[in-house]
């Protein structure tokens, strides 16, 4: 099942290419590895990601459009706002995502509408539990249980962890599920189409801004230098890894995966944003000192000082849930001050000493000192 909002990477010489037209292409600079790197530039994925409780949870997002993402959602019909809050468990906002991806067709909400009304329900909820790992059998077992096999659903249920209680939603009445979806799909695309090309327009001038990169970056510290330090390691059987620029996910990675590839929608550069307050901080300012200004997050640093650290590692020496911990580390990433490596089923965690350094630079030349 797709990741929630966090840092952690799914389980790249590569190439480097836009999906579809009319995205630009991105040269070549495989160097004779495995996988291909993308870069999908489309409003579709705001367009869910924008549901997501996590949306609009921090500053990252400008005051404005915390202000509209609030104002948008509270307007919505009661019946409306009561199916987003039963499928809440499932981050359908983030889950979906996973469908678009393999339809770069889906270039606006009315098209993605138009797809989902009339795609089989077992396509699309395979298509939102894409990156369930459960051994060969992963495509059938996950099919069956969406067609209302009672068996392949308790294997599911079995190996997914924190998870389960997201899919018991999604697969406990998948027809109702898919109606449910459309319903709220419908409903927001209504205030959401008044912003598309504004946000569209925010995604192609974050890629533009990243040519410099794409020019001259391999592809590994490419994926690693867009998504704010997640370290993604080559894996056997991904083909294809896609980067995608997100307004609504900052400062988080949303992160996906399905049939041989994996997904990073990752937070747009704070120069890609629209800006008309001359006196505002440079947004990594507050990121830097919002990340230090709690305890807990100070902790953290300490233990990483002294080296790096398993996800479990930093929760048990803290007392701490895992989502608790990935709550902490997505804001210390988006901040600058750690590195996020996956190394088989499990994560690890490096302390970016630099980081320090520079945001004392950042902090004088903003106050002119």
Known sequence: MANQPSTQPPTGGNTARATTAPRPSVRDFA???????????????????????????????????????????????????????????????????SFAVDRPELRTVDDTLAALEVVPTSELLSAMLGDLEIGPDTKSVTRAAVDGDKAALSTLLACSGEHAKAMTVLLTDPAETHRRILSILRAWAIPFKTIEDRIAAIG????????????????????????????????????R?????????????????????????YPVADEALDSEDPMAPPPSIVRLHRALGDPTRMRILKLLASRDLYATEIAQQLGLSKPTIKHHMALLRAAGLVTTTESGAVLYYTLRRDRLDDGSSELKRFLGA
Do not use: C
């Open 31 to 97: 160097g004779g590895s495995s996988f291909a790197l993308d870069w999908d530039v489309r409003p579709v994925f705001d367009f869910m990601f924008s549901l997501s409780a996590e949306a609009g949870t921090t500053d990252d997002l400008p005051a404005a459009d915390r202000h509209w993402l609030r104002q948008a959602k509270a307007a919505l019909p009661a019946e409306i706002r009561a199916e987003i809050k039963a499928l809440k468990e499932t981050e359908i906002g983030i889950q979906l995502a």
């Open 241 to 265: 890894v896609i980067l995608g620029p997100s307004y609504f996910s900052r400062p988080y990675n949303f992160l996906l995966g399905g049939d041989g590839w994996r997904f990073f929608g």
């Open 204 to 239: 192609r001038r974050d890629f533009e801004l990243r040519g410099g990169d794409r020019a001259t970056m391999d592809s590994l510290d490419l994926i690693e230098r867009t998504t704010g330090g997640v370290r993604w390691l080559p894996v056997a059987g991904i083909r």
